[in-house]
């Protein structure tokens, strides 16, 4: 149980252009839901944190703007990187997550964005 | 500042040994650890929870959780080369469902 599934799982795009991510939980229902950006041999950093049918609430310093997020149902978020730049290649993983497990949080597997 | 801080090694051990790897946290407000196993280009796998003191066993790994001296640790027995990855200790509060990430520990199994 617990399966979390994301779309695409690499995605190499041109300059400007905007990226959807799909991040479903299989199994579950999830409450809540996770974002996380992991730049090469660094920890995984926070982006948003959303929940079903209400805005996602964003870390400090994340544009709200660029990267929009939309939690539609208990078991779809998707994250769109709008205008994208190379710098914002990187590794994004979703999380799922729900409230009575403890807030145990079951990762998706990734997508790998490259913007060149 | 809420921060959880590990080694970031990397810990290489023997086949067979018993690696350890350590946390600690800043927040004494947290209630629930976990530790997270991630493999170089994938995305974190979780391997343990522990919301008491002591300790909790499950197969190889135990996860040992002391509050007041505020650490958390790993250990991993008959550690095989296929547990070399690197080990996220994760925390977080009753309050906020967000985890608070360690940079991870790095471990090596030397066949």
């Known amino acids: 149980g617990a399966v979390v599934s994301q779309h695409p799982s690499r995605v190499i795009c041109k300059s400007g252009t905007s990226v959807k991510i799909e991040c479903r939980s299989l199994?579950?229902?999830?409450?809540?839901m996770f974002w996380y950006r992991q730049f090469p041999k660094k920890s995984l950093m926070l982006m948003a944190t959303s929940n079903e049918g209400s805005k996602a609430t964003y870390e400090q310093g994340v544009e709200k703007d660029k990267f929009l997020i939309n939690h539609a149902s208990l078991t779809l978020s998707t994250l769109t990187v709008t205008s994208a730049h190379p710098e914002d290649s990187s590794f994004y993983i979703c999380s799922a997550s729900w409230t009575t497990i403890n807030n145990e949080q079951f990762f998706g597997p990734g997508t790998r964005l490259t913007v060149l | 500042q809420k921060e959880v801080e590990q080694n970031s090694g990397p810990l290489s051990v023997p086949e067979g040994a018993i690696a350890s790897l350590n946390c600690t946290y800043s927040?004494?407000?947290?209630?629930?650890f976990f530790w997270y196993r991630q493999y170089s280009g994938k995305s974190p796998e979780l391997i343990m929870s522990?919301?008491?003191?002591g300790d909790k066993e499950d197969g190889r790994f135990t996860a040992q959780l002391n509050k007041a001296s505020q650490y958390v640790s790993l250990l991993i027995r008959d550690s095989q080369p296929s547990d070399s990855a690197t080990y996220l200790c994760?925390?977080?509060?009753?309050?906020?469902?967000?985890?608070?990430f360690g940079s991870g520990t790095r471990l090596l199994v030397r066949p």
């Open positions: 199994d579950f229902q999830a409450t809540t």
């Open positions: 994760a925390v977080n509060q009753d309050s906020s469902y967000k985890l608070i």
């Open positions: 927040d004494r407000g947290s209630q629930s």
């Open positions: 522990i919301y008491s003191n």
